[in-house]
């Protein structure tokens, strides 16, 4: 099978499609997903839950659809993932953030098999290897957490020392989700409520950061820059994260550190300023998503009505400039968050439910 930009379900075609499956209007869908897999579908190496067999798979389940051979596909990738997650652990290297984060690795893999219905053995092999980067690893005689990435954080920047990445999309905070998402549902590995802590921990002490460089983490108390409160890299995705990890481990003072992290960012105009667009990845609308389904879970969520009001009229205003159609950077996905039905799910592939 071969990849195609139709099969990306941040961009293309998949994400149009899953807008009208959430409206129930399946006759929409149907053109929309022909031409996702006009070109054949990937199970090669760019697969993953927003791309390829994965993402097709996810957006077929949303309209109560199982393809079998589209299931099989995805298990193959899976297995092959964590086939060569074990031999990079073998090798001891650290591990690149594609193998991990929930964008292209296992976590959006395991956000996807979460998705189906009864116990999966792959799924506790995903959750078992996540739990695995909890482990710190030594480098050049120093101690680092599991999760060290040796990738730059960003395409044009060299971090020398590699980097800890904090966010929902590409970071630890995704895994952190899953695995609290996992055990509300009462699914549990070895290790997973350490790891929970452990990766817990790690973001109320450098959340506040889209990631950390080896000289911010061997620096005193490095003051964060006012920075963006979004979904993928930002204070409101890692607040959720943070919160349901509290919730799965029946935690209010957790709980209640999480949401005051939320309050304080949506009422922090320097960091909203910064917002530019109202996509879900980075925008208006991930924030939206993100807040409302902190809000749910609160023990006081009048708290968050002012904010998630001013929000939500910023994401109205913005919605038509935004070039593209799809899910996560496009048109589709802000219009589901504008709209705040989450009839099929959608939103667990944001690991926010």
């Given amino acids: 099978m071969t990849g195609q930009a139709t099969q990306a379900l941040a961009e293309g075609a998949l994400g149009q499609a899953l807008l009208h499956i959430e409206h129930a209007d399946l006759a929409g869908a149907r053109p929309l997903l022909k031409e996702a897999v006009s070109g054949g579908v990937s199970t090669g190496s760019n697969a993953s839950l927003y791309h390829g067999a994965p993402a097709l798979e996810f957006v077929l389940s949303r309209a109560g659809s199982i393809d079998r051979d589209v299931r099989a596909g ?21 591990p690149p953030l594609a193998e991990f984060d929930l964008i292209s690795g296992l976590t959006g893999l395991g956000a996807l098999l979460l998705a189906r219905p009864g116990p999966s053995r792959l799924l506790d092999d995903v959750l078992t290897h996540l739990v695995s980067l909890a482990c710190p690893v030594e480098v050049g005689g120093r101690m680092l957490p599991g999760w060290w990435s040796p990738d730059s954080p960003t395409h044009d920047a060299v971090a020398l020392g590699g980097h800890g990445n904090n966010g929902v999309a590409h970071g630890i905070a995704g895994p952190l989700a899953l695995l609290s998402l996992a055990a509300r549902r009462g699914i549990h590995v070895d290790g997973q409520r350490e790891a929970i802590t452990t990766f817990s921990t790690w973001l109320e002490q450098f959340g506040s950061f889209y990631w950390i460089t080896f000289d911010q983490l061997t620096a005193d108390k490095p003051l964060p820059p006012p920075l963006r409160p979004s979904w993928c890299y930002g204070a409101v995705g890692i607040a959720r994260a943070l919160q349901l990890a509290a919730l799965a481990h029946c935690s209010p003072a957790r709980r209640e550190k999480a949401e005051e992290i939320a309050v304080a960012a949506l009422a922090d105009a320097e960091r909203l300023d910064r917002v530019t667009d109202a996509s879900l990845c980075h925008g208006w609308a991930g924030i939206l998503a993100a807040a409302t389904a902190i809000a749910a879970d609160s023990a006081a969520p009048d708290r968050f009505t002012a904010s998630i009001q001013h929000v939500r009229h910023r994401l109205a205003e913005g919605i038509g400039a935004l070039p593209k159609p799809g899910f996560l950077e496009g048109r589709a996905g802000a219009q589901l968050a504008l709209e705040g039905s989450n009839a099929t799910g959608w939103t667990c592939a944001l690991l926010l439910h």
Wanted: aromatic share 0%; net charge positive.
């Fill in 74 to 94: 995805v298990d193959r990738v899976v297995t092959a993932r964590l086939a060569a997650a074990r031999q990079r652990r073998l090798a001891r290297q650290l």
